[in-house]
């Protein structure tokens, strides 16, 4: 099994940043994928950032220029540093990453549990 575990939401003003780090553990073979997700009250959930392995980054259109997505792929690790924060990016936060357990086994998308970004005044 493949573990996620997500770190670094919080309460913060309008304008301020926060960084939220995942750490990916188990039975990893490879990872092709690391990103992250957020979902609101009352929407669906979607795509903030992510960024396959030897890819580039990919951004929702609403953080470009704001957010930015890292890997440290030596410690499977996945980092969303958040500036220029809105109320708007107030979300549930969720990493995602698309991981083969074994050379010959399918890819598997896993997911954490996920962390709150309140961002209000």
């Known amino acids: 099994q493949v573990q996620l575990m997500e770190s670094g939401g919080g309460l913060v003003q309008p304008g301020g940043s926060l960084k939220l780090t995942c750490a990916a553990s188990?039975?990893?073979?490879?990872?092709?994928?690391m990103g992250w997700y957020r979902q609101a009250p009352g929407k669906q959930r979607e795509l903030v950032a992510a960024?396959?392995?030897?890819?580039?980054?990919n951004y929702a259109d609403s953080v470009k220029g704001r957010f930015t997505i890292s890997r440290d792929d030596a410690n499977n690790l996945v980092y969303l540093q958040m500036n220029s924060l809105k109320p708007e990016d107030t979300a549930v936060y969720y990493c995602n990453t698309r991981v083969r357990i074994s050379r010959y086994s399918s890819q598997y998308d896993y997911w954490g549990q996920g962390t709150q970004v309140t961002v209000s005044s």
């Open positions: 188990g039975s990893i073979f490879s990872i092709s994928a």
């Open positions: 960024v396959t392995t030897g890819g580039s980054p």
